[in-house]
Nanobody, 115 residues
Framework: QVQLVESGGGLVQPGGSLRLSCTAS????????MGWYRQAPGKQRELVATMSDTGSTDYAGSVKGRFTISRDNAKNTVYLQMNRLKPEDTAVYYC?????????WGQGTQVTVSS
């Protein structure tokens, strides 16, 4: 079993920044992919950014150039630096990891971009 603990969400004004963190613990042999997804009210959950254990990344087009994903493999932690936030970035952000044996989701952290 793998547990994920997310932090860093909150309320920010348009143009501001936030940094999300997600730390995995438990029965982990290897984390292949760590990533962030989000779900806005009334919408489907969508990919924001992912990073493999080899360092390759994938971003949603709407966040390219504004968001940066990184990971600290020694700490089993993934980060999402979000800059130039827009009201349309408002959503619950979920961490997801792919490990030997399955995939796991975090509980989600709310990000609200509003003046």
């Amino acid at each position: 079993q793998v547990q994920l603990v997310e932090s860093g969400g909150g309320l920010v004004q348009p143009g501001g920044s936030l940094r999300l963190s997600c730390t995995a613990s438990g029965n982990i042999f290897n984390i292949y992919v760590m990533g962030w997804y989000r779900q806005a009210p009334g919408k489907q959950r969508e990919l924001v950014a992912t990073m493999s254990d080899t360092g390759s990344t994938d971003y949603a087009g709407s966040v390219k150039g504004r968001f940066t994903i990184s990971r600290d493999n020694a700490k089993n932690t993934v980060y999402l630096q979000m800059n130039r936030l827009k009201p349309e970035d408002t959503a619950v952000y979920y961490c997801k990891v792919a490990v030997t044996g399955g995939e796991y989701w975090g509980q989600g952290t709310q990000v609200t971009v509003s003046s």
